[in-house]
Nanobody, 126 residues
């Protein structure tokens, strides 16, 4: 299984950016949850958003609710993160993740996910 993240870049505060994660080796329905984590310099990795593998239910961190939207395209085997109203504190490396065994109560924990992409840098300038 490989997760290939792309779409990061530099954007001004208040702007928008969409990042994507293309899966290979398994289909999205093979996973219990897929999602995104991020890690800023000097900080711990933190949960951003997750989407279920079957029904498409979504979950997000309080810090991004109303601004970020996670979605999926089964035909393209790709998960997306649409980021609007970006803030400088959103600057981080964003990692896509996927897990086959985690349960709903663990979606916010990095250790629950077996598969990680390589990360894509998102930089928000003030």
């Amino acid at each position: 299984v490989q997760l290939q993240a792309s779409g990061g870049g530099l954007v001004q505060a208040g702007g928008s950016l969409s990042i994507s994660c293309e899966f290979s080796g398994r289909t999205l329905r093979d996973f219990r949850f897929m999602g995104w984590f991020r890690q800023a310099p000097g900080k711990e990795r933190e949960f951003v958003a997750a989407i279920s593998g079957s029904g498409g239910r979504t979950y997000g961190a309080d810090s991004v609710k109303g601004r970020f939207t996670i979605s999926r395209d089964n035909a393209k085997n790709t998960v997306y993160l649409q980021m609007n109203s970006l803030k400088p504190e959103d600057t981080a490396v964003y990692y896509c993740v996927a897990g086959t065994r985690l349960i709903l109560s663990s979606v916010r924990f990095a250790s629950a996910y077996e598969y990680w992409g390589q990360g894509t840098q998102v930089t928000v300038s003030s």
